[in-house]
C-alpha cells in the first residue's frame, strides 16, 4: 500500500491535560527558537538547506570516467573505520580533485594494497573507535599516514603532529571545509553508473549542520547530525563515506582549512562556537 509518515509528539502522552496539539501547533507558528521546538516538542532534528549536501549535488559532480585500479601518479586517501573499512582515493587533475576509487574493505591489510597500487602520499584515518588498527596502520607508513583526533581547541587549523603520525581537528569545522569542496564544485566523482554511486551518495549526504541554541543562555553552536538515524533500512543511515571524503580532505589540504585559509589560531567566530562529537 501507500507509505505513510508521521511524527510521534512525545509531550502530547506525557501531559495530555496541559499539552494539545492546539498548542504545539502554536508553538511552532512563534517560537523564536525552532531548534529547540524540534529537538524537544517533536523530537525531530531541526536542519537548513545550506547545511547539507544533496545526493543531487553529488550525481551533479559525476565524471565521465570510471575508478582506476592504480595511479602512477600520487594521490592521497581518506579513511574511516565502521562495521567495515571505508576509504576514497583522490588525485589532482586539471584543477579539481578526482574521486578515482571508492572502496570498502574488510582486512585493513587491504589499505596496504591501496597505499601502494595508487601511490598514496598522504592518508589521513580516523583514530576513533578503532585505534589500535588505525595506529598499527599508521605505524608501517612514516610520515604518509596520519591518525585524526577530534579536539575541540583546533578551531580553523589542523594541528599536525609529525613525530607521533597524528592531526587534530574540530569536526564541525573539518566537515564544512569538505562541505565546501562540493558546494563550490571543486571535486569530481566517477561515473553515476559506477555500481557503488548510489550508496557513496546516500552517506554524503547523510550529515547535516544544526544549529543548537542554549535556552537558558542563549549561546549557539553547530553539530553536525544524521538526518537518517532513524532509517532501520541495514546501510541506509552510515555516514562513514562522508567522514572519509572527509579526511582525504584533510589529507590533501595538508594544513589549509578551505573554509578558513591559511592556518590561523581562533576560538569564535562570528560569535558562534564550535562543539565537536563522534
Not at 26 to 40: E, N
Not at 90 to 108: E, F
Not at 211 to 233: A, F, H, Q
Not at 270 to 277: C, F, K, L, P, T
Given at each position: 500500500?501507500r507509505?505513510?509518515?508521521?511524527?510521534s509528539?512525545?509531550?502530547?502522552f506525557?501531559?495530555?491535560?496541559?499539552?494539545?496539539a492546539?498548542?504545539?501547533?502554536?508553538?511552532?507558528?512563534?517560537t523564536?527558537?525552532?531548534?529547540?521546538?524540534?529537538?524537544?516538542?517533536i523530537?525531530?532534528?531541526?536542519?537548513?538547506?545550506?547545511?547539507?549536501?544533496?545526493?543531487?549535488?553529488?550525481?551533479?559532480?559525476?565524471?565521465?570516467?570510471?575508478?582506476?585500479?592504480?595511479?602512477?601518479?600520487?594521490?592521497?586517501?581518506?579513511?574511516?573505520i565502521?562495521?567495515?573499512i571505508y576509504?576514497?582515493i583522490?588525485?589532482?587533475?586539471?584543477?579539481?580533485?578526482?574521486?578515482?576509487?571508492?572502496?570498502?574493505?574488510?582486512?585493513?591489510?587491504?589499505?596496504?594494497?591501496?597505499?601502494?597500487?595508487?601511490?598514496v602520499?598522504?592518508?589521513?584515518?580516523?583514530?576513533?573507535?578503532?585505534?589500535?588498527v588505525?595506529?598499527?596502520?599508521?605505524?608501517?607508513?612514516?610520515r604518509?599516514?596520519?591518525?585524526?583526533?577530534v579536539?575541540?581547541?583546533?578551531?580553523g587549523t589542523y594541528?599536525?603532529?609529525?613525530?607521533e603520525?597524528?592531526?587534530?581537528?574540530?569536526?564541525?569545522?573539518?566537515?564544512?571545509?569538505?562541505?565546501?569542496?562540493?558546494?563550490?564544485?571543486?571535486?569530481?566523482?566517477?561515473?553515476?553508473?559506477?555500481?557503488?554511486?548510489?550508496?557513496?551518495a546516500?552517506?554524503?549526504?547523510?550529515?547535516?549542520r544544526?544549529?543548537?541554541?542554549?535556552?537558558?543562555?542563549?549561546?549557539t553552536?553547530?553539530?553536525?547530525?544524521?538526518?537518517?538515524?532513524?532509517?532501520?533500512?541495514?546501510?541506509?543511515n552510515?555516514?562513514?563515506?562522508?567522514?572519509?571524503?572527509?579526511?582525504?580532505?584533510?589529507?590533501?589540504?595538508?594544513?589549509?582549512?578551505?573554509?578558513?585559509?591559511?592556518?590561523?589560531?581562533?576560538?569564535?567566530?562570528?560569535?558562534?562556537m564550535s562543539?565537536?562529537?563522534?
Amino acid at each position: 500500500g501507500r507509505e505513510i509518515s508521521s511524527y510521534s509528539y512525545s509531550q502530547l502522552f506525557a501531559n495530555e491535560s496541559t499539552v494539545s496539539a492546539a498548542s504545539i501547533l502554536k508553538q511552532y507558528r512563534i517560537t523564536s527558537f525552532p531548534q529547540i521546538f524540534y529537538a524537544y516538542t517533536i523530537g525531530q532534528p531541526f536542519v537548513t538547506a545550506e547545511g547539507r549536501i544533496s545526493k543531487e549535488e553529488i550525481y551533479a559532480l559525476c565524471g565521465d570516467f570510471y575508478m582506476e585500479e592504480f595511479s602512477v601518479a600520487p594521490c592521497s586517501m581518506g579513511v574511516d573505520i565502521g562495521d567495515k573499512i571505508y576509504y576514497v582515493i583522490s588525485r589532482h587533475v586539471g584543477g579539481k580533485r578526482h574521486y578515482i576509487k571508492i572502496g570498502i574493505c574488510l582486512d585493513p591489510d587491504e589499505l596496504e594494497v591501496m597505499m601502494e597500487s595508487y601511490h598514496v602520499s598522504r592518508c589521513v584515518i580516523d583514530a576513533r573507535p578503532e585505534k589500535r588498527v588505525a595506529i598499527a596502520f599508521a605505524a608501517k607508513y612514516q610520515r604518509r599516514v596520519y591518525c585524526n583526533y577530534v579536539q575541540g581547541d583546533t578551531i580553523g587549523t589542523y594541528k599536525w603532529n609529525e613525530d607521533e603520525q597524528r592531526v587534530s581537528s574540530d569536526k564541525v569545522e573539518h566537515l564544512d571545509a569538505s562541505g565546501l569542496m562540493i558546494k563550490q564544485k571543486r571535486v569530481v566523482f566517477p561515473h553515476r553508473s559506477t555500481p557503488c554511486m548510489e550508496e557513496f551518495a546516500t552517506q554524503m549526504s547523510s550529515l547535516a549542520r544544526r544549529l543548537e541554541v542554549d535556552p537558558r543562555t542563549g549561546d549557539t553552536w553547530y553539530l553536525y547530525v544524521n538526518i537518517n538515524s532513524n532509517n532501520i533500512e541495514v546501510g541506509k543511515n552510515a555516514d562513514h563515506w562522508r567522514n572519509a571524503f572527509s579526511y582525504d580532505v584533510m589529507a590533501y589540504d595538508e594544513g589549509t582549512n578551505p573554509v578558513h585559509g591559511p592556518l590561523q589560531s581562533r576560538t569564535r567566530q562570528s560569535g558562534i562556537m564550535s562543539r565537536y562529537g563522534h
